[in-house]
């Protein structure tokens, strides 16, 4: 979680969200990284777990993040929570909720949805703190 709270000091100093995230490998190694570059790429989907998860997956050599863990520092929203399921991640692990947006117990559910083929495990609240505390820093900047 420590390197992903440093990713996500990093989008903060361009601009983004503060949100990072890092895959690791069964045997904890990280194969993938990413921070929110949505306002820097103009992209929509450049989320810190869409492009970690993209990072793993080429690193890997396969879509299928099976025996990853996937460590964020937000909650993720619909879109993220979508991807690490079809990606077949074991486990998720998040720090700050996100009442606003989160998908995974937040305003909805859907990596628990047990009408879905995959339901990876959930730790949240790890280093909960440090995770608001970059996001509520930028916002008061910009907002």
Same mark, same amino acid.
């Given at each position: 979680? +420590?390197? @992903?709270?440093?990713?996500?000091?990093?989008?903060?100093?361009? $601009?983004?969200?503060?949100?990072?995230?890092?895959?690791?490998?069964?045997? *904890?190694?990280?194969?993938?990284? *990413?921070?929110?570059?949505? %306002?820097?790429?103009?992209?929509?989907?450049?989320?810190?777990?869409?492009? @970690?998860?993209?990072?793993?997956?080429?690193?890997? $050599? %396969?879509? +299928?993040? %099976?025996?990853?863990?996937?460590?964020?520092?937000?909650?993720?929203?619909?879109?993220?929570?979508?991807?690490?399921?079809?990606?077949?991640?074991? +486990?998720?692990?998040? $720090?700050? /909720?996100?009442?606003?947006?989160?998908?995974? $117990?937040?305003?909805?559910?859907?990596?628990?949805?047990?009408?879905?083929?995959?339901?990876?495990?959930?730790?949240? *609240?790890?280093?909960?703190?440090?995770?608001?505390?970059?996001?509520?820093? /930028? /916002?008061?900047?910009?907002?």
């Amino acid at each position: 979680m +420590r390197q @992903a709270l440093a990713l996500a000091a990093l989008a903060a100093g361009d $601009g983004d969200v503060p949100v990072g995230a890092v895959v690791v490998d069964a045997s *904890g190694t990280v194969i993938g990284t *990413g921070r929110n570059t949505r %306002e820097r790429d103009n992209d929509p989907t450049g989320h810190a777990e869409i492009i @970690a998860m993209r990072e793993a997956a080429a690193a890997l $050599g %396969e879509w +299928r993040l %099976e025996g990853c863990t996937l460590v964020v520092t937000l909650e993720p929203c619909t879109m993220c929570a979508g991807a690490l399921v079809a990606a077949r991640v074991q +486990r998720l692990v998040f $720090g700050a /909720f996100d009442e606003k947006a989160g998908a995974v $117990g937040s305003l909805w559910d859907v990596v628990r949805d047990r009408r879905l083929n995959h339901r990876p495990e959930v730790v949240s *609240g790890v280093l909960a703190d440090d995770s608001a505390t970059l996001l509520r820093d /930028f /916002f008061l900047t910009h907002r």
